[in-house]
Structure formats: C-alpha cells, structure tokens
C-alpha cells in the first residue's frame, strides 16, 4: 500500500507558498512584483496585470519602491521623464508615481543603480484585486541601452484614518506649452465643475506638475521659478513650483548637471506632490467650479513672437535639440477624498500643524464611562496614548502608530473599569526624540 503523505504534504507546500506572496497575517506586510527588471529602451508603455488582495484586506500603509538599473548596453545618459499609472480602460488612467531619470549613474564611484520610496497609501482606493498598470519611461536611445525597471509594493497590514476612498482626476496634460500667447494653457485647463462626494469627511488636491524647457524668457520653464496651484471657487491655493533640494539627492554622484535646482524636479529623483487640504473650503455634495493657477509669462524668445530678433531679443528664436527648447509643463491634478474608518479610533480634526505638542484634559472629567481626548501632533511622529491606574500599572493602549502633523481626538471607553483616578499618557516619536504628556481623569460609576 501506498504511502501518499508526503505527496499531500508537498502539494499543501507549494499551494502555500504560491500565495504567500500576496496574503498575509494582520500585522504584516505583503510584497507585490508589478515590474521585474523591466527593459525600457524607447518611448513605449510598459502594461502589466497584477494581482493585489481584495478589499476585505485593510492597510495602514501602502510604499512602493521604484529601482532603476542598467541593461549591459548601458542606461540611457540622460534626464528622462517616467510615470507609473493605473489603467481602468482606454479612456481613464491615474498618474500614481513621477520620476526622472538620472544623468550617467555607471563607472567607478557612481551608485549604478537607483532606488526610489513612494508612499502610495492615497491611492488605496485604486490597488486591489486586478490592478492594470502603464509604465513610462521617455527614453528615445534604443536598444541595448536604456532602463531596467523594478517596482515593488510592500503592503503594511493594518488600518489608516482619515481612509483614503476615491480619487478623482481634474487635468491631465503631458505637454502644456506655456508663454506662447496662440496657445494659451487657459485653452488647455478648462473650469471644472466638481461634486464633493456625500461621504467625503476631509479632501486634498494633489498637483503633479514638472517644468521642462530651457533658452527661453525667464529659461522657462525648467529653470524658472513659477505659481502653480488650484482655484476652488473664489478662493486660490498657490506654492512655488520650485526644488532647491537636488544637490542632495540620494542618487548621487551623476554626470552632467544633476545638482541644479529645478522646476519641481531633480535628475535622478521622485516627484514631490504638493498635497493641500481643501476641506476647509468645500462641503460634502456642494458643487464648485474649480480652476488650475499658473502664474502669467509671455515667452519673447519663441518662433511665434513676430519681434523677436535672433541675437538681440534672445540668442537664436528658433528652437532647437540643445541649448533653446520650447518651456513647458507636464500636468497631473487630482481630488483625493477621505472618510471616517470605523475600525479606528483616531479621528483627525484638522490638518494645522501646532508649534508644540499638547494634550488636552479629557471631556467630561469625571466622566461614566466613556470621555473624549483631544491632542495635537507637531510634526509626523509614531503616537502612543496609554492608560495608567493610579498605581501606575498600564490598563490600555488606546492605539499607537505614525500620525501626520494636526489636531485629534479619540474617545476612551471605561466600562469594563474600576471607579478612580487614572492617568492618560501621550508619547510622540519624532525626528528629534521622545514627547511626553500626561494628565489625570476620573471615573465615577
């Protein structure tokens, strides 16, 4: 008689491990491959299906990291623009993830390959289940040089509050000429009227924009610095499309002049969002009419320009492949919509970041047997609130994780506790070390 034991046991084995890779225990975090090694040798979309956990999997956080290497060719030398986007079909695609090439990263002392962090966790509502991605990468060399393209979502199992549940695009525009006065970029970023969701509690804009161009007034409109920003009904929302940070970037060292300060971008590094709470100025189901800022510029040094003189008003108003190219920018906009997750207690209040941390004396105070704690985060830090009896033994950990700069509340329930006094302790991790506050409550049943 046959033993199959062994045969059922290694069966259970691989079927285990085949989905290991996807699904994982509470707590955990979950690697997903979108983008093995991924050669990009021409301006061609790179599509891949994926499989992401279904919505009954919650996430605290969701990163992904983006590597960029080098075939045996080699990669291609220079600044490129790349995008990495969720497809839902021909028509609607969502720009997740920005990123320019590096200038030459192969030979001694260079990193030779470079990797990029993106927090993802807004995008929540668009990676689960069958996720359809488009990856872009701008580079015209062919064959064998250009990139190898790895991306990797690590999922941190766990809950988030506010919860990320909608996004909404606004203007998409991958080349928006600009300071030329036949073709304004009003004629381009039209009005738009937006319905807030019904269950929105808080709502961000998020605006990807990149300036490119060079030669021109101003050396529009890489090396100029402009506003940008988002109109909401009246009221404008401005910030200067600017990176002062590029000589620090982490793939470093480069060729060529990675280290200047540019328009929104550095070779060889992420896109920065910028991110700005609007939820101050709309209201759920409330229709606005909702604009995009761009700080007004007339280009003289265009072929357009009837007064421009080749030598006198610029060095040549023709554009060419080097020194003088036509400015513009590359647009993504979005609404991201957030609601109240119930599985958390964590509720935020707003997004104003306070000049010291604080700690609020619970309301009621005596309370039975619930009271509401209210406190305020000076920069992003891991929180802890805990309960003490009056003996100093820990009764409760009311939650402890990463929360971003603003005010909160969250409500403690003492129904399965003893009448006395307790204290309740506030512990903020943050880049420069530990906070602490502590007050006293009193529960009278």
């Not at 996430?59 to 995008?83: E, H, N, Q």
């Not at 695009?169 to 019904?198: C, E, F, M, R």
């Not at 009837?306 to 647009?331: A, I, Q």
Request: with cysteine.
């Amino acid at each position: 008689m046959r033993n199959d034991k062994p045969f059922y046991i290694l069966i259970l084995f691989f079927v285990l491990f085949s989905f290991s890779n996807i699904y994982s225990a509470p707590g955990d975090t979950t690697w997903i491959t979108a983008y093995n090694q991924e050669l990009h040798y021409w301006a061609d979309v790179h599509y891949k299906k994926v499989n992401f956990p279904d919505t009954s999997h919650h996430y605290s956080k969701i990163v992904m990291k983006y590597t960029l290497g080098c075939p045996a060719g080699g990669c291609d030398p220079w600044d490129r623009f790349g995008c990495l986007r969720v497809i839902v079909d021909t028509n609607t695609y969502y720009e997740i993830a920005r990123v320019i090439t590096p200038y030459n990263i192969v030979g001694a002392g260079y990193p030779g390959t470079c990797t990029y962090d993106y927090d993802l966790t807004d995008y929540m509502p668009l990676l689960h289940d069958s996720v359809k991605f488009g990856n872009y990468i701008e580079t015209w060399i062919n064959n064998p040089k250009g990139w190898l393209a790895t991306i990797k979502f690590a999922l941190i199992e766990g809950e988030v509050q506010p919860k990320p549940f909608k996004v909404v695009n606004l203007w998409q525009n991958q080349y928006l000429v600009y300071g030329d006065t036949a073709n304004p970029p009003s004629s381009h970023l039209l009005p738009k009227n937006v319905t807030i969701d019904q269950n929105a509690y808080s709502v961000k804009a998020r605006i990807i924009t990149t300036g490119h161009g060079q030669g021109n007034s101003d050396n529009a409109a890489e090396f100029s610095v402009k506003q940008h920003g988002i109109i909401v009904g009246n009221d404008t929302l401005s910030y200067l499309l600017w990176r002062y940070d590029c000589i620090t970037n982490t793939c470093s060292p480069q060729g060529g002049t990675w280290h200047y300060a540019r328009a929104g971008w550095c070779p060889g590094a992420s896109v920065i969002p910028w991110d700005t709470t609007i939820t101050s100025y709309v209201a759920p189901g409330q229709n606005k009419l909702y604009g995009y800022y761009l700080e007004p510029y007339v280009n003289s040094c265009r072929p357009t320009n009837p007064n421009c003189v080749s030598g006198v008003t610029c060095t040549d108003c023709n554009y060419n492949s080097t020194g003088h190219t036509e400015p513009f920018y590359r647009v993504e906009t979005q609404l991201i919509y957030y609601k109240v997750n119930p599985n958390v207690g964590v509720l935020p209040i707003n997004s104003f970041v306070p000049n010291y941390y604080n700690l609020e004396q619970n309301f009621p105070n005596p309370f039975n047997p619930a009271t509401t704690i209210k406190f305020a985060v000076k920069e992003k830090a891991n929180v802890k609130m805990s309960v003490f009896d009056a003996a100093g033994k820990l009764v409760n950990t009311m939650f402890n994780r990463e929360l971003t700069p603003g005010t909160y509340k969250i409500n403690f329930d003492g129904s399965k506790l003893s009448s006395g006094i307790y204290f309740y302790r506030l512990e903020a991790f943050d880049s420069k070390g530990i906070n602490v506050v502590t007050k006293k409550m009193v529960l009278i049943k």
